[in-house]
């Protein structure tokens, strides 16, 4: 210790590390290259066409909703029966 009941300070020597200029990033999926360049110019980016494939698949979701709850019409099938109507009589 000093004199002055000060703790010697300590040095570090720094070596410049250079990191690589690269960026790693991962291609993108193959559908969303097809929205891209299917989409005549209008979707950009690969955060467009995922915003894309999110509207259509929700859009997708609801059309099928609509189509499975509206099936029944309140219509009996036509289905024939092989005995006949048994309420006929003869």
Known sequence: MDQNNEPPQI???EESVQRPSQSFQTPAPKIV?????????????EKQ????????????IVIMTVLLFSGG???????PSIAGDPTEEY
């Open 11 to 13: 040095v570090f020597e």
């Open 33 to 45: 290259e097809l929205v891209i360049k299917y989409s005549g110019g209008t979707v950009k980016d």
């Open 49 to 60: 066409a995922n915003y894309v494939l999110i509207g259509f698949v929700a859009v997708t």
């Open 73 to 79: 019409s309140g219509s009996k099938p036509a289905v």
